[in-house]
């Protein structure tokens, strides 16, 4: 998925929830076991306010709308917001009990989608605050880590690498030599110093996981399995698949933090790659059919025409994939109408994603399918698929490298689009 939604509704739903918790439990109708009807009232009244709030979150961030009732449009609950029901009879402590219960999971389950995401939603109602973000996932170390530059700064002919894999693991592009080591730009486009790593040297192939970290967690499936996550594993079996075919290739992010679009670009840029591989799963689901609703992004030389090499790529990347997934049997694909080999521009009629847009080198960005959909995040999560698709994407990878073969698919009319700008907050990583 690329990028989020619109409406300003949530802040104003949260309101309610917090006019209705200072309303106070006490009511003046006492009845048995001192419980009043109030008491349920301001419960259900409550339960209510909270649950039309997570259906505005859920709408808006299109994660976990399987569980609003009559589904989302524009962005928004379908059905507008939740009314408390009828309290009849004589209310019991038993009452209070399931309510209070009720309303208890729900505000964690409001809190998991506040602290999701952060950056614009309602943080401070948290009164312990958000839980810290894990951990960047370490890359296993391979050979040589270290290497002597102060030695290769002697040979008068030695440039430093173009990137490098930090001790912990993370690709960075090198910005130059400085005391201590080498100036590096961060995933979050900061500049900084690490004293040594690996040099990303011969790189022909850059794969990229779209999305990371906890402010950019992109489309959620029904399941649970988060875009994030998702596009992380494929990427790194894609690369597993393309070391094996003696393909030198790297990611632009090897563990669950956040990284810049700019920064990805800026690597795959700095490194010279052949190819820059965008790697995405789509929502929300649309119609569902019988044919994968693959989608490949290409990019533009001009508002009429596609520019032929990132073109010839993403025509590749689509046969092989949508020829790979229609071997899924059972699968009710969510697709639309002009899926295929795109390209999306703006209404100015510059390319509209940032993956596409920003690189210099040849780029394509991939949606292989809607997790969104119910159907598809059930095969998502399997190591079938991922194997399946990973085989593909090198697949076409490698034909797009060592052949002149022209693509068989080609590019449609362009879809007009104009999507709201990627997360721009990001926490920095270690670099060692
Ligand atoms: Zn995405």
């Given at each position: 998925m690329?990028?989020?939604?619109r409406a300003r509704?949530?802040?104003?739903a949260?309101?309610?929830?917090?006019?209705?918790?200072?309303?106070?439990?006490?009511?003046?109708?006492?009845s048995?076991e001192g419980?009043s009807?109030?008491d349920?009232?301001?419960?259900?009244t409550l339960?209510?306010?909270?649950?039309?709030?997570?259906?505005v979150?859920?709408?808006r961030?299109g994660?976990?709308?399987?569980?609003?009732?009559g589904?989302?449009s524009d962005g928004l609950?379908t059905?507008g917001?939740s009314q408390p029901?009828e309290f009849a009879?004589?209310?019991?402590?038993g009452?209070?009990a399931?309510?209070?219960?009720?309303v208890?999971?729900?505000?964690?389950?409001l809190?998991?989608y506040r602290?999701r995401f952060?950056?614009?939603v309602?943080?401070?109602l948290?009164?312990?605050g958000?839980p810290?973000?894990p951990?960047p996932v370490?890359v296993p170390p391979?050979p040589p880590?270290?290497?002597?530059?102060?030695?290769?700064?002697d040979?008068?002919?030695?440039q430093p690498?173009r990137?490098?894999?930090?001790?912990t693991?993370?690709p960075?592009a090198?910005?130059?030599?400085?005391d201590?080591?080498?100036?590096?730009v961060?995933?979050?486009?900061n500049?900084?110093?690490?004293?040594?790593?690996?040099p990303?040297t011969?790189?022909?192939?850059?794969?990229?996981p779209?999305?990371g970290g906890?402010?950019d967690?992109g489309?959620?499936?029904p399941?649970?399995?988060a875009?994030r996550d998702l596009?992380?594993?494929?990427?790194?079996a894609v690369?597993a698949?393309l070391a094996?075919?003696g393909?030198p290739a790297i990611?632009?992010?090897t563990?669950?933090?956040?990284?810049?679009l700019s920064?990805?670009?800026?690597?795959?840029?700095?490194?010279g790659a052949?190819?820059?591989?965008?790697?995405h799963?789509n929502?929300?689901?649309?119609v569902?059919?019988?044919?994968p609703?693959?989608?490949?992004?290409v990019?533009s030389?001009s508002?009429?025409?596609?520019?032929?090499?990132s073109a010839?790529l993403?025509g590749m990347?689509?046969?092989?994939i949508?020829r790979?997934?229609?071997?899924?049997?059972n699968?009710?694909?969510?697709?639309?109408?002009?899926?295929?080999?795109l390209?999306v521009?703006?209404a100015?009629g510059?390319?509209?994603?940032?993956m596409i847009s920003?690189?210099?080198?040849?780029a394509?960005?991939i949606e292989?399918?809607?997790?969104?959909?119910?159907?598809?995040?059930?095969?998502f999560?399997?190591d079938?698929?991922?194997?399946?698709?990973a085989?593909?994407?090198?697949?076409a990878?490698?034909s797009?490298l060592?052949s002149?073969?022209?693509?068989?698919?080609?590019v449609q009319r362009?879809?007009?689009?104009?999507?709201?700008p990627?997360?721009?907050?990001?926490d920095e990583?270690?670099l060692?």
């Amino acid at each position: 998925m690329l990028g989020f939604g619109r409406a300003r509704k949530a802040a104003v739903a949260g309101a309610v929830v917090l006019a209705v918790l200072g309303g106070g439990m006490r009511g003046a109708d006492a009845s048995t076991e001192g419980v009043s009807r109030e008491d349920v009232v301001i419960r259900d009244t409550l339960i209510a306010a909270q649950e039309s709030l997570l259906n505005v979150y859920r709408c808006r961030f299109g994660i976990d709308v399987t569980t609003v009732r009559g589904g989302c449009s524009d962005g928004l609950p379908t059905g507008g917001f939740s009314q408390p029901g009828e309290f009849a009879g004589v209310p019991t402590a038993g009452d209070l009990a399931v309510r209070d219960e009720l309303v208890a999971a729900q505000e964690s389950v409001l809190n998991v989608y506040r602290c999701r995401f952060d950056y614009e939603v309602d943080r401070r109602l948290l009164p312990q605050g958000c839980p810290a973000p894990p951990a960047p996932v370490a890359v296993p170390p391979g050979p040589p880590l270290d290497f002597d530059w102060l030695a290769m700064l002697d040979d008068s002919d030695w440039q430093p690498p173009r990137g490098l894999l930090t001790p912990t693991g993370i690709p960075v592009a090198v910005a130059g030599i400085v005391d201590g080591g080498f100036a590096v730009v961060t995933p979050c486009g900061n500049l900084s110093t690490v004293s040594t790593g690996r040099p990303l040297t011969g790189v022909r192939v850059v794969i990229d996981p779209g999305h990371g970290g906890r402010y950019d967690v992109g489309a959620v499936g029904p399941n649970r399995l988060a875009e994030r996550d998702l596009n992380l594993t494929l990427s790194e079996a894609v690369l597993a698949e393309l070391a094996d075919r003696g393909i030198p290739a790297i990611s632009t992010r090897t563990g669950d933090y956040g990284t810049l679009l700019s920064v990805r670009a800026g690597l795959a840029d700095a490194l010279g790659a052949e190819a820059l591989v965008s790697i995405h799963h789509n929502a929300p689901t649309f119609v569902t059919g019988r044919r994968p609703g693959t989608e490949v992004y290409v990019q533009s030389v001009s508002a009429q025409q596609p520019r032929p090499d990132s073109a010839r790529l993403g025509g590749m990347l689509h046969e092989e994939i949508t020829r790979a997934l229609s071997g899924f049997d059972n699968v009710a694909w969510s697709r639309l109408p002009d899926a295929g080999v795109l390209r999306v521009l703006q209404a100015n009629g510059n390319d509209a994603y940032g993956m596409i847009s920003r690189p210099t080198v040849p780029a394509v960005l991939i949606e292989y399918g809607y997790l969104s959909n119910p159907s598809e995040a059930a095969l998502f999560a399997t190591d079938e698929y991922i194997r399946v698709a990973a085989k593909a994407t090198a697949n076409a990878i490698e034909s797009y490298l060592n052949s002149n073969r022209p693509s068989a698919v080609s590019v449609q009319r362009p879809r007009v689009f104009d999507p709201s700008p990627a997360p721009r907050v990001c926490d920095e990583v270690a670099l060692e």
